[in-house]
């Protein structure tokens, strides 16, 4: 089965958590702070295999999870960082943000690499909080969380030719002629219901990959027929090979067809119209085609087009257009999309910073606190000890927390919530 679009769950590993430790040491009170930090977390990467051409394993496996980090050790340790966890993906797989369509990362070449969700900092142990003033300090952080997001992978074939044209034009038969190909074809419409690669060599020794893509049909780029599923292949495609029935056997005109799917393309991306086209005037075995063939000339002569007859079955005319698609790709220079990966790692764009924190009042009359600082900075608290609770109030009083909450009417014993977290507002 090929597949080329599927929605998965990925998650990197959490940050360890740093430890409250002291060593046994004269002179130095409770011997002196000693707990290590926590290791990273494991980032969640995609890397390209270009020995799969399809999605279909995700299918069947959907979540994908990092591992942790370990947590921080006595005498100073540091935790071990997780290893990153390394999902194989084809050739032309593109990564977005299933819930706001941005785009995370285009992967193209072989082993090529994307980090798609980052893995959680290791949280700090006490002896990176020792001062003068407090040399042994009962303070340490909880790792932060890993990424979690849902992404959409797209596949995108990448070949150099595509072969377009309405159901039972002849496509699947003439890739099955030029190459090792073996698309199953039989004589009703939407046959081919994948899309199908091949290598195409011609007898000078030049070679390129052609696709034959599904049949279009009018109104396919808004959702008609099967070919919109397909329409996504041609995007990457340096020359498109139009493939029109010249004997006109289903009672088709091959120009009205001609037009008709350019339409298709074009509705579907603009950019479309302006990439290399050949068109190839298949079934010339067959009564009338010659006839059509000079009737459609008359109608395209202002196009200025390339148009190759053909009989798949005879193989009359092939070579012509092998040769011809060969010296177009090789006048066309292999376009390289930008990569926005810098250093294997996702390059985000610049984002004015957000509020560090948000009021809002729940129904039964607390104050609900929320936002992505104040509760980063909730989470990397270990409650556990007192004076990292007050080193977390200290926080919250200088990002004006408490001047917030008493210009929204909180008063001493209100109830404010944190995340799952409720506490009592001191005022004074």
């Not at 100073?76 to 990564?95: M, Q, R, S």
């Amino acid at each position: 089965m090929f597949v080329d679009q599927v929605k998965i769950y990925v998650k990197a590993g959490d940050g360890g958590n740093g430890l409250v430790a002291y060593r046994r040491e004269k002179y130095v009170p409770r011997g002196g702070p000693a707990g290590g930090d926590g290791g990273r977390g494991g980032d969640v990467v995609f890397e390209v295999d270009e020995g799969l051409n399809t999605l279909m394993d995700f299918r069947y496996q959907r979540h994908f999870k990092a591992r942790r980090g370990e947590n921080g050790m006595n005498q100073k340790k540091h935790g071990k960082n997780a290893d990153d966890l390394v999902v194989p993906v084809p050739p032309g797989t593109t990564v977005r943000n299933a819930a706001t369509g941005e785009l995370i990362a285009d992967l193209l070449e072989h082993k090529q690499r994307a980090v798609i969700a980052a893995g959680g900092r290791g949280g700090r142990g006490n002896a990176k909080f020792a001062t003068a003033r407090n040399r042994a300090p009962e303070i340490s952080e909880n790792g932060t969380l890993g990424v979690e997001l849902d992404v959409q992978l797209e596949l995108k074939l990448l070949a150099d030719v595509g072969l377009v044209g309405f159901p039972s034009v002849g496509k699947s038969t003439f890739l099955s002629t030029v190459t090792a190909a073996k698309p199953k074809v039989a004589d009703y419409h939407f046959t081919t219901l994948n899309p199908n690669l091949g290598v195409v060599e011609t007898k000078d020794g030049r070679s390129f990959v052609m696709a034959d893509l599904p049949g279009l049909i009018e109104g396919a780029h808004e959702g008609v027929g099967l070919g919109h599923q397909f329409l996504r292949h041609i995007e990457r495609t340096r020359v498109i090979l139009h493939v029109i029935d010249m004997s006109g056997m289903e009672a088709r005109d091959p120009y009205e067809d001609y037009v008709a799917i350019n339409h298709e393309l074009a509705s579907y991306d603009e950019s479309l119209k302006d990439r290399p086209q050949i068109v190839i005037a298949n079934k010339m075995d067959l009564p009338d085609s010659e006839e059509n063939l000079e009737k459609f000339r008359a109608e395209t002569e202002k196009e200025n087009l390339r148009i190759y007859p053909l009989s798949a079955i005879t193989r009359s005319g092939l070579d012509e257009i092998l040769y011809a698609v060969a010296d177009e790709l090789d006048r066309i220079p292999k376009e390289v999309k930008e990569e926005i990966t810098t250093e294997n790692r996702v390059l985000y764009k610049y984002e004015k910073e957000a509020p560090a924190f948000h009021i809002t009042r729940d129904d039964d009359g607390a104050y609900v606190l929320y936002g992505e600082k104040i509760e980063s900075l909730f989470r990397r608290t270990n409650f556990d000890h007192d004076q990292a609770v007050n080193r977390f109030a200290q926080q919250m009083r200088s990002m004006g927390v408490d001047e917030a909450l008493r210009k929204k009417g909180a008063e001493h014993g209100d109830t404010i919530r944190l995340l799952d977290f409720e506490f009592e507002f001191v005022d004074g």
